[in-house]
């Protein structure tokens, strides 16, 4: 095979860490994504889509994709595909980006090394501003439910011993929250993704109320009585 005609494309990808993103992180990432590509690649090549009733819509635009009203307030399953040709027949690059409750994939590819490099540091550097503040207990998960694991069969051993009924009350809580870590998506509390399409109180959202609620349990079992 003549040297001249082979060809390399280079490619990038990797898992993002969990982020919280409101709309205006999301046109402001499109525009990231769009940079570098024409505006005939965009019109014919961009697409961002989302599940809505468990049916996969697209657009290649946007705005437009967040302003219907049937995504509700938030969602966390969003897709980015763009794609462009150095000539009418000649692949030259493609930037795929995923967001979903498990997790937030990013893959770049193309002909030009140096271009591949930019652009997914570019996507990720953003992201990485957006990392959402419950991302250590996604990635601590297990090490958390092992903990809560000892302290649940600390407190039944110490409850046990002591052969009082009422010492068995406080540790209801902790198993309660034990069933929970162990048998509950927790990704539809904590997901990957989070994107807020409407701004709501940032106190009360679901994943600080969760939060607070099992520091509140752990702490009246420890308090409680035992460990």
């Known amino acids: 095979m003549a040297e001249n005609s082979v060809e390399k494309c280079y490619e990038r990808h990797g898992r993002i860490k969990p982020c919280v ?18 505006k005939p690649e965009i ?25 219907l009203e049937e995504l509700g307030d938030r969602i966390a399953d ?8 150095d000539q009418k027949t000649r692949f030259d690059k493609n930037i795929l980006l995923d967001f979903s409750k498990y997790s937030i994939q990013l893959n770049v590819e193309g002909t030009d090394p140096v271009w ?10 953003y992201l990485k501003n957006k990392t959402a503040w419950y991302c250590p207990i996604i990635i601590m998960e297990k090490v958390i439910l092992f903990f809560i694991t000892i ?3 600390a407190n039944t051993i ?3 011993k002591k052969g009082i009924y009422s010492y068995y009350l406080d540790k209801l809580g902790l198993l309660v929250l034990w069933i929970f870590l162990v048998f509950y998506d927790t ?5 990957y993704s989070n994107i807020r399409l409407r701004e709501d ?5 679901r994943e600080n109320v969760s939060m607070s609620v099992m520091i509140v349990v752990v702490m009246l079992t420890i308090l409680g009585g035992t460990v």
């Open 21 to 38: 993103l409101n709309r205006d992180d999301i046109l402001a990432l499109t525009a990231i994504i769009q940079r570098t590509f024409t």
């Open 43 to 67: 019109d014919r090549y961009f697409r961002v889509s989302t599940v809505l009733n468990h049916t996969r819509v697209f657009s290649n635009s946007a705005e437009h994709l967040l302003s």
């Open 78 to 85: 969003l897709s980015f595909w763009i794609e462009g040709w």
């Open 116 to 125: 591949v490099y930019d652009t997914y540091n570019s996507i990720t550097n």
């Open 151 to 153: 302290i649940l069969i």
């Open 158 to 160: 110490i409850a046990v």
């Open 187 to 191: 990704r539809k509390i904590w997901p």
């Open 201 to 205: 109180n940032i106190y009360l959202t």
